[in-house]
């Protein structure tokens, strides 16, 4: 379901824009459909053809998604396993300091390798309209004033639905538009679309490596842009739109934590409009990965940071229930295979 199926129904029901955006607003903000407000009571300004409508309509959007499962964590965040509507399920992250971190697929085609999401490949897109019910969602818990795209999913393929969610909450949804990112391995068709929007996200690109052969292996099906260049890209678009790009480094010992690295880093990097988030691997005993020691993560930022990088540490929301990207939804789909092979004949 797409944003403007939305605006259509309300339409059909009698709405004019200035209806359906009141009725749009209240839904973002987690509330009923005809609320009103402080000053003005619902049949003060919605025609009663529409007021007939909103119960239907609130059933529709309460379908779009629901919560599964909640985990918070000690960190103040909370992984919400959301089922959508036809029964797939998605992670949506509730994080400190009012953020929230939304998917925008059911599965991904990147295939990261030392991403659980991608294990799955891609199942199917998540509408417009499902993105932003995952912002209405978790506005019944707390207040979300930042929605990042880095859940499940390659936010760049499915450009179209993403960018109707960034436009609509960057408008209605009231989200200061820096506080609403975009995030990407790289795609082209991002540097060609972001700057001609009307709402123009934040951008956090996944660099993690200088080198152009092991970002290959380390990220098997994204496009084939170097390093140098995808920074190149970054740089132009922060220019056009005033704030750094977040450059994401997930950290994996052994393998993109050595000397060589930071210098590269330092040689991609400087002065550039940026921020290096350097993210440790959420890493569990049996994987093929680990995250390197503290006092490594610890060397690495004050190297980088006192040669003029700014450098951040940003640990995944809810580490200690094990949820990393994809791992919430991976178990319940394992809990759900195991109980239908459990099942008696009939």
Known sequence: MRISDIHQHLAELGALPVHSGRVVRAWLQGKPLDAGTRRQHTEHFLPLSVRAGLPALA???????????????????????????????VESVLLPRD?????????????????????????????????????????????????????????????????????LLG??????????????????????????????????????????????????KAPRIAPDELVDLGERYARTIGYPIQYQWTLLRGINDSQEEMDGILRLLKGKYAVM????????????????????????????????ILTKVRNSAGQDVEGGCGQLRA?????????????PAS
């Open 59 to 89: 059933e529709r959007l309460d379908g779009l998604v629901r919560l599964r499962s909640e985990h918070p964590g000690a960190d103040g965040s909370a992984r919400l396993l959301v089922a959508l509507n036809d029964g797939q399920m």
């Open 99 to 167: 953020g929230l971190c939304v998917s925008t697929q059911v599965g991904c085609a990147v295939g990261c390798v030392f991403c659980m999401t991608g294990k799955s490949g891609l199942l199917r897109q998540v509408g417009s309209a499902e993105i932003v019910a995952q912002v209405a969602l978790a506005r019944r818990f707390r207040a979300v004033k930042k929605v990042v795209f880095m859940g499940m999913g390659e936010p760049a393929h499915n450009l179209d639905n993403v960018l109707e969610a960034i436009d």
């Open 171 to 220: 408008t209605d949804g009231g989200i200061g538009h820096k506080n609403l990112v975009f995030s990407t391995v790289g795609d082209p068709r991002v540097f060609e679309r972001l700057p001609q929007e009307r709402v123009k996200p934040a951008l956090a690109l996944s660099l993690h490596t200088t080198r152009a052969d092991l970002r290959e292996r380390l990220l098997p």
């Open 277 to 308: 988030n350097l993210i440790p691997y959420n890493s569990l005993d049996d994987d093929d990965y680990q995250r390197p020691e503290g006092e490594r993560i610890v060397q690495m930022v004050r190297y980088l940071h006192s040669r003029g």
């Open 331 to 343: 178990r319940a789909v394992e809990l759900v295979n195991t109980r239908r092979l459990q099942r």
